[in-house]
C-alpha cells in the first residue's frame, strides 16, 4: 500500500470513503473535486496497485488563522497564503496502525516546504488531536471555532506546527 497522486477517476471514491469515515461531518462530492481542481500537488491517495483507493490526504496553501468551514468551497487559493492547511487525511480502518497517515503528513509538509510555507494548520476532530500533536502539531486557541456555521463541531481544535526548511 502507498501514497500516490490522486486522479480524476479517484474523485468518486474518495467521496464514498469520506463519508463513511466521517460520518458526522459529511461533505459534497463537489469540495473534494474542488480542493484536487485547485490544488492536485496537495491531493493523494492510499491504495494498493491499481486497486479503489483505502485513503486519502488533502492540503493546501491558505491563511494561517482562519481554517475553511467545512463543506465549504474555496473559491481560489490565496496569491501568498501563509500556511499548508490539512484539509483531511483519513483512512478506512483496515489500513490504520501502519505509519501510513504520518507517511501523508510528511507528503503534505514537504509540498508545504516546497511553496515555501513556514507552518502547516488543521483542524483536528473526533479525537484526532492525539495523533496530530504526535506529529508536532500544538493546540492554538482559535475565536469562532466551534460556531455551527464553521461545522467542526464543539471537540474540534485549531493546530499548528512549523515547517522546518
Ligand atoms: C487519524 C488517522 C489518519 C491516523 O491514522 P492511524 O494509522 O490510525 O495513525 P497511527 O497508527 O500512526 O496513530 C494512531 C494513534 O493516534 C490515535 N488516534 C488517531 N485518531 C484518533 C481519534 N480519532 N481519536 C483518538 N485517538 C486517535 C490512536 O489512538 C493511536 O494512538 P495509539 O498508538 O496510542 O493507540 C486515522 O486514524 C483515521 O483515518 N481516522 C479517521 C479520520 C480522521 O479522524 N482523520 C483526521 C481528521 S483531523
Known amino acids: 500500500m502507498r501514497w500516490r497522486p490522486m486522479t480524476a477517476g479517484d474523485l468518486r471514491v474518495v467521496g464514498l470513503l469520506a463519508n463513511a469515515i466521517h460520518v458526522r461531518h459529511p461533505e459534497d462530492a463537489e469540495v473534494f473535486a474542488e480542493r484536487w481542481r485547485l490544488y492536485p500537488a496537495g491531493c ?19 491563511f494561517l488563522g482562519a481554517p475553511p468551514p467545512l463543506n465549504s468551497l474555496l473559491g481560489a487559493l490565496p496569491d501568498r497564503g501563509d500556511t499548508l492547511f490539512i484539509h483531511d487525511v483519513a483512512m478506512l480502518q483496515a489500513a490504520r496502525g501502519r505509519g501510513a497517515a504520518a507517511e501523508a503528513a510528511e507528503l503534505l509538509l514537504a509540498q508545504g516546504r516546497a511553496e515555501g510555507l513556514s507552518t502547516a494548520s488543521l483542524v483536528a476532530i473526533a479525537g484526532a488531536h492525539t495523533f496530530w500533536s504526535r506529529l508536532g502539531f500544538a493546540e492554538v486557541p482559535l475565536a469562532g471555532l466551534h460556531d455551527a456555521a464553521k461545522g467542526y463541531g464543539g471537540d474540534a481544535r485549531y493546530m499548528i506546527r512549523p515547517i522546518s526548511r
Open 44 to 62: 493523494h491517495v492510499l491504495a494498493d496497485g491499481g486497486e479503489a483507493p483505502v485513503g486519502y490526504a488533502i492540503g493546501h496553501p491558505w
